[in-house]
């Protein structure tokens, strides 16, 4: 089946070469092939509907230009009619986005400009800035900065100066991209305590790998912040997971929110460092195309459905969390994360807080090359557990507590962390 889909892909392009069409309609052509032939996401759209839909409104967009019309005009009928699935697995990129991945993949990822390796937005109603997320390993976390962090000047000057949140963030970007030490000033936690950092700018990998910080109180907290370091992620996992048994971390705070996923490979590598033997089915929509990927004896091994290995990765310095846990989600957890928490959660392992994940737990995505060098992120599988029931689409808390990234810019208080911690026994002050 897997030749026959291989050769049908080629043809789709080889006819697309020879076509009297225009460019914008090749690449429509070939997206809305791939759609119908191989989608096996939970939309239940009639498919060759949607294509008929969206061709009306790709002649609408060429009429001018007919045979002329190029690549540009059909991306955003492309992006309307894949949205109108409902689908998160289902998407496009275009070719810049597209490489980046495919180097995040890799686990190296140069950024090619200078950083200091954080995200941040304007605090509402302020020219302050809130940190949203750190690079581990960046300037900003070897400096100290932390989520929630709340930016206030740079060199001594207030934000409240300047004219605008976007002004703000141009004069950051600025401070940054000089390549010169410059002070940022910042309030943290519930005692707003100010505190200045000195940083300088340089190039950083922005594939993200697990970290894990030692706590006084004796939590360790390990964040995983995706899965896209292909046969990277899991394996780093273990060997965290170890250090905090080693440290004699009493919990585990395992981090997920924001997590978009990646590799299911690397999901089920890093669930064998919490439960035994984990076990993930895919199967296609013609149910001809089934892959298995377990954990036993140390290693993930990928098998067709007639047990033939066809791709192994063995795990060294295999841990064994037997300790409480934590595990933290929110709106932004996906795919791969989805996977982790839904194994947990099914083990009895740890209590889960936070926000409603994602919703596209139970599918996986596969990327189609196209024609303007873009690709389509098709929901090709879904995902099945070793008893034949499906794997959780979505992941609901056992504890809700929302992100509130207000209460966090103005308080210093990240709610549910709080509530991790006091999961795990840890008294608040």
Not at 57 to 83: H, T
Not at 194 to 212: D, Q
Request: with cysteine; aromatic share 6%.
């Amino acid at each position: 089946m897997q030749r026959v889909k291989q050769w049908l892909a080629g043809l789709v392009l080889a006819l697309g070469t020879l076509s009297w069409a225009s460019p914008a309609q090749d690449l429509f052509d070939q997206a809305s092939f791939y759609l119908e032939f191989y989608y096996f996401g939970p939309s239940t759209l009639d498919l060759k509907a949607l294509t008929v839909k969206y061709q009306a409104s790709l002649n609408s967009a060429c009429a001018q230009e007919q045979e002329a019309c190029p690549y540009d005009k059909a991306v955003p009928i492309i992006q309307q009619m894949i949205r109108e699935l409902g689908d998160g697995h289902t998407y496009y990129q275009g070719p810049e986005s597209l490489a980046a991945l495919r180097q995040q993949r890799t686990g190296n990822a140069p950024s090619r400009t200078l950083r200091i390796g954080i995200a941040y937005q304007p605090v509402e109603g302020s020219r302050d800035q809130l940190i949203t997320d750190v690079v581990e390993g960046g300037p900003a976390d070897q400096a100290g900065l932390l989520y929630g962090d709340r930016l206030i000047a740079l060199n001594d000057r207030p934000f409240s100066e300047l004219s605008s949140p976007e002004e703000v963030q141009r004069t950051l970007t600025a401070a940054v991209q000089s390549g010169q030490p410059f002070k940022l000033t910042l309030l943290r936690g519930p005692k707003r305590e100010r505190l200045e950092v000195t940083l300088v700018g340089r190039e950083i990998n922005l594939a993200r790998m697990p970290s894990l910080k030692l706590r006084p109180d004796g939590i360790a907290v390990l964040r995983i912040p995706d899965f896209l370091a292909s046969n990277r992620v899991g394996i780093r996992v273990h060997e965290l997971v170890r250090q905090a048994q080693q440290a004699g971390a009493k919990g585990l705070i395992l981090e997920l929110r924001n997590n978009g996923g990646g590799s299911a490979l690397d999901a089920l590598v890093a669930m064998a460092a919490f439960v035994p033997d984990p076990y993930i089915l895919f199967t296609d929509r013609y149910n001809q195309d089934r892959t298995v990927m377990r954990f036993r004896d140390g290693q993930a091994t990928v098998s067709d459905d007639k047990g033939t290995v066809l791709f192994s990765l063995p795990v060294p310095n295999l841990a064994s969390w037997k300790g409480p846990v934590a595990i933290l989600v929110n709106s932004r957890s996906a795919s791969a994360s989805e996977y982790l928490t839904s194994a947990l959660r099914l083990g009895r392992v740890g209590v889960v807080i936070g926000e409603t994940t994602a919703g596209v737990g139970n599918t996986t995505t596969r990327t189609y090359r196209l024609i303007n060098g873009g690709g389509l992120n098709l929901s090709e599988n879904r995902a099945f557990l070793a008893n034949g029931d499906s794997y959780p689409d979505v992941v609901r808390p056992d504890i809700t507590v929302p992100d509130d990234l207000k209460v966090l810019a103005e308080q210093g208080r990240d709610l549910p962390f709080e509530r991790a911690l006091e999961a795990l026994g840890v008294k608040q002050p």
